[in-house]
C-alpha cells in the first residue's frame, strides 16, 4: 500500500523565483492538503483540494495557489518566492471531503536565498 | 477555529523513564484530537488519534493519550521511553464534521532521551 510521496525532496531557488512542488496521495485517498512547516515550529494549514477544487484556505497570500488533478495527485505552486518561504511543505492525504484522519508524505524542502 | 497549545517545548528523560507531552487546545466546535511524530528530517507520522468513543486511546508503540473534554487536554504519556523515541511530538485538532479536515497544530514538543 502505496503511503503519500512528494517530489522533490529538497529544492534550492532564489528570490522572486517560482516554484512547483508534485503530492502523490495515498492509495484510496481523494482529498489532499498541503501544509507549511517553518523552521522549529509546526504546520500550518495553506490549503485543499477535493474534486479538483480549492475547498479551504489557511492565511496565505495569493502568491501560494495548487491544483488537483483528475488521478488526485495534487501540485503546489508558489511565485515570487521570498526569503520567509524557506521551509518544509508537507503534503497530506485522507478518504473523502471531510475523512477525520490525514497521512503525511515525507515533505519537500525549499530554501529560498 | 481552534487553537493547541503544547506546553513544553523541550522534555529530557532518561531511557527508559516514563514520559508525559502536554497538549491542550481550545474550540467552539467538538474537535477529533490527533498526536503525530517527526523524527528529524522526515515528514509527520500518526501517533494516535482520537475520534470518538473511549477517552483513552493507544498506539502499538506503547503510547497512550487521554481526551479530557472538561480541561480541553489531550496529553501523550509514555511509561518507559526508548532512545528511539527521540523525535518532536506535534498535537493537532479539527472539527467535527466541519467543512473539510483542516488541522491545527501546535507548536511541537522536542523529546530527547538519554541513554
Known amino acids: 500500500d502505496a503511503g503519500v510521496t512528494q517530489s522533490p525532496t529538497h529544492l534550492i531557488k532564489t528570490r522572486g523565483q517560482q516554484v512547483t512542488l508534485r503530492c502523490s496521495p495515498k492509495?484510496?485517498?481523494?482529498?489532499v492538503s498541503w501544509y507549511q512547516q517553518a523552521l522549529g515550529q509546526g504546520p500550518q494549514f495553506i490549503f485543499q483540494?477535493?474534486?479538483?477544487?480549492?475547498?479551504q484556505r489557511g492565511n496565505f497570500p495569493d502568491r501560494f495557489s495548487g491544483h488537483q488533478f483528475p488521478n488526485y495527485s495534487s501540485e503546489l505552486n508558489v511565485n515570487a518566492l521570498l526569503l520567509g518561504d524557506s521551509a518544509l511543505y508537507l503534503c497530506?492525504?485522507?478518504?473523502?471531503?471531510?475523512?477525520?484522519?490525514?497521512?503525511f508524505g515525507p515533505g519537500t524542502r525549499l530554501l529560498v536565498l | 477555529a481552534q487553537s493547541v497549545t503544547q506546553l513544553d517545548s523541550q522534555v529530557p528523560v532518561f531511557e527508559e523513564a516514563p514520559v508525559e507531552l502536554r497538549c491542550n487546545y481550545s474550540?467552539?466546535?467538538?474537535?477529533?484530537l490527533f498526536w503525530y511524530v517527526q523524527y528529524p528530517n522526515q515528514g509527520l507520522q500518526l501517533l494516535l488519534k482520537?475520534?470518538?468513543?473511549?477517552?483513552l486511546v493507544e498506539s502499538i508503540n506503547g503510547f497512550e493519550a487521554e481526551f479530557n473534554k472538561s480541561q480541553t487536554s489531550f496529553h501523550l504519556r509514555k511509561p518507559s521511553v526508548h532512545i528511539s523515541d527521540t523525535a518532536e511530538y506535534f498535537c493537532?485538532?479539527?472539527?467535527?464534521?466541519?467543512?473539510?479536515?483542516?488541522?491545527?497544530f501546535g507548536g511541537g514538543t522536542r523529546v530527547l532521551v538519554k541513554p
Open positions: 482520537y475520534l470518538s468513543g473511549s477517552t
Open positions: 474550540s467552539s466546535v467538538s474537535v477529533y
Open positions: 492509495s484510496g485517498h481523494d482529498t
Open positions: 483540494y477535493y474534486e479538483e477544487e480549492e475547498r
Open positions: 497530506a492525504s485522507s478518504q473523502g471531503w471531510g475523512g477525520e484522519t490525514q497521512y
Open positions: 493537532a485538532v479539527s472539527g467535527v464534521k466541519a467543512a473539510g479536515n483542516k488541522l491545527t
